[in-house]
């Protein structure tokens, strides 16, 4: 599923490691969501929603694969 994590690490300026250290995953599991080989789970989905105070949609738009 696309989605824009990688923009919104970059607005925050975190790496992918320091992404992975907050939210409890590891750097390889961020990389294969931002290259979409990896759609998460519903928990990590929560886990990234809340990191970014947004909704999950906000993150992973279903629109984004038309």
Same mark, same amino acid.
């Given at each position: 599923?696309?989605?824009?994590?990688? =923009?919104?690490? /970059? !607005?925050? /300026?975190?790496? !992918?490691?320091?992404?992975?250290?907050? @939210? /409890?995953?590891?750097? !390889?599991? $961020?990389?294969? @969501?931002?290259? !979409?080989? %990896?759609?998460?789970?519903? =928990?990590?989905?929560?886990?990234?929603?809340?990191? %970014?105070?947004? $909704? *999950? =949609?906000? *993150?992973?738009?279903?629109?984004?694969? =038309?």
């Amino acid at each position: 599923m696309k989605n824009d994590l990688r =923009e919104r690490r /970059g !607005q925050t /300026g975190e790496s !992918q490691a320091d992404l992975a250290a907050a @939210i /409890g995953v590891t750097r !390889q599991t $961020i990389n294969s @969501i931002e290259r !979409q080989r %990896y759609d998460p789970s519903l =928990e990590l989905a929560f886990t990234l929603a809340r990191h %970014y105070d947004c $909704i *999950i =949609e906000d *993150i992973f738009n279903p629109a984004f694969n =038309e």
